[in-house]
């Protein structure tokens, strides 16, 4: 019999959440966010064919480039995100989801640039929100003396 799932992972004195629910967490809100964004705003398509599916599948796309490119962009976009007081940072998930764009072709569609942007701000703040009220609370619950919150 395999190990249990572990909530809490603990690696070189460092704590972190589980990948599977870090991910879980983030794509419930990742599609929520655009499932709210695409019913209020017509300037959004993604395919009705199969809605959620597209809706998961975007969220999908965005989580494996906010885990893979994202950490590289927001290195080199380090002098212009600190001039701007970080008002660049969302213009970071705003061409990840141009990418996302362009990856699902004719079953995502983002019309409007300022629909786009609202969409990346809305990002932005689901995760500086997810960090903060769910994921931080969990690890600080565990959290023993000498490890360090990943």
């Known amino acids: 019999m395999g190990e249990k799932m572990r909530l809490i992972i603990k690696e070189k004195g460092k704590i972190r959440l589980n990948k599977f629910l870090d991910w879980l967490i983030y794509m419930f809100f990742y599609t929520l966010i655009l499932i709210i964004v695409s019913k209020i705003f017509d300037s959004m398509y993604i395919d009705t064919k199969h809605y959620y599916i597209y809706c998961m599948l975007i969220t999908l796309i965005v989580y494996i480039l906010n885990k893979t490119i ?3 962009l927001v290195k080199l976009t380090i002098p212009i995100t600190g001039i701007t007081l970080g008002l660049f940072y969302p213009f970071i ?15 995502f569609n983002l019309e409007n640039f300022f629909i786009a942007l609202i969409i990346s701000i809305l990002i932005s703040v689901s995760n500086f929100l997810v960090d903060g009220v769910i994921i931080r609370p969990i690890l600080r619950k565990f959290k023993k003396d000498g490890d360090k919150i990943e």
């Open 70 to 72: 994202k950490p590289v």
């Open 93 to 107: 998930n705003l061409f990840i989801l141009k990418v996302a764009d362009w990856i699902l072709s004719s079953h």
